[in-house]
């Protein structure tokens, strides 16, 4: 069985976002961008299914502009066989998009399993995944903590769901996403980094998988993007009493 991950090119989580000055998104110039959190969770998770047997071969897919090729690198020297990268330019790709970009992927690649992340971090939509398996006819198991392959034609997904856990049976092919307990991802080593320049990366273009430009084009308009308000510093109190009159006078709390 073949795996295919997704892996989005997000702003890094350590950077801390700044909003353009003119409030029309987020400042992305020489900003360290890398691969989502939750999609290194999904391309970890489909090595550990290909190592413990369960698939034959590791496929990595973005969406995106031509520096996504570093993001699937990064995934290739983690370990994964081969890459997809579908250059769709500076445009902004929303997840209806991203999901039917993958269907025809999908379609091409004829995997098992799809793993996504829950969600990316950059948008937070927590959408594509679940779009994807609308769009396919598929299963679908989200906030995955665990995914056990039972045999060729199931696996069983453990969901992490308010107030506990879930485990379904998913009937195969499906679509997983990643939580965040799924697994820790591995850091790559040098030598695999150096191996990964040279693993293939195919580039279909629109045309090459039956869609066009219309076929993904924004269906929303960002109006206005806004960093949140600053908070104010907190002061310390010498006693509780003082805490307490406080609370009761200033705050209004009490
Ligand atoms: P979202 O619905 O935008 O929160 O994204 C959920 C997941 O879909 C991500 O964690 C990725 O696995 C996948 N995904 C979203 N956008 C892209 C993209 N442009 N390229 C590849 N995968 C993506």
């Known amino acids: 069985m073949k795996v295919l991950a997704a892996v989005k090119r997000v702003v890094d989580y350590n950077v801390k976002v700044r909003v353009k000055s003119d409030g029309s998104g987020v400042e992305l110039n020489n900003v360290k961008m890398s691969i989502n959190p939750f999609d290194e969770i999904a391309v970890e998770e489909a090595i550990r299914l290909k190592e413990a047997g369960n698939a034959s071969e590791v496929v990595v897919v973005s969406i995106g502009s031509s520096k996504s090729e570093e993001t699937l690198r990064s995934a290739l020297a983690m370990g994964a066989d081969r890459g997809v990268l579908v250059d769709t330019g500076d445009t902004n790709i929303e997840p209806l998009a991203v999901a039917k970009l993958l269907k025809k992927v999908v379609e091409q690649e004829d995997?098992?399993?799809v793993i996504l992340g829950k969600q990316a971090i950059d948008d937070d939509c927590n959408q594509t995944g679940q779009m994807l398996a609308a769009l396919?006819?598929?299963?679908?198991?989200t906030f995955a903590s665990?995914?056990?392959?039972?045999?060729?034609?199931?696996?069983?997904?453990t969901r992490e769901v308010d107030g506990g856990l879930q485990?379904?049976?998913l009937k195969l092919p499906a679509v997983v996403t990643s939580d965040l307990r799924l697994n820790e991802p591995r850091y790559a080593s040098l030598p695999n980094i150096m191996k990964a320049k040279k693993?293939?990366?195919a580039k279909p273009t629109l045309a090459d998988?039956?869609?066009?430009?219309?076929?993904?084009?924004?269906?929303?308009?960002?109006?206005?993007?806004?960093a949140p308000e600053t908070r104010s510093a907190g002061i310390k109190v010498a006693s509780v009493t003082e805490l307490v009159e406080k609370l009761k006078h200033e705050a209004g709390v009490l």
């Open 111 to 113: 995997p098992g399993l």
């Open 136 to 141: 396919l006819g598929w299963a679908q198991g």
């Open 146 to 157: 665990d995914v056990e392959v039972v045999n060729a034609t199931s696996a069983k997904v």
């Open 167 to 169: 485990k379904v049976l």
């Open 199 to 201: 693993k293939p990366v």
């Open 209 to 226: 998988l039956g869609l066009s430009e219309a076929d993904i084009a924004p269906r929303l308009e960002v109006i206005e993007t806004r």
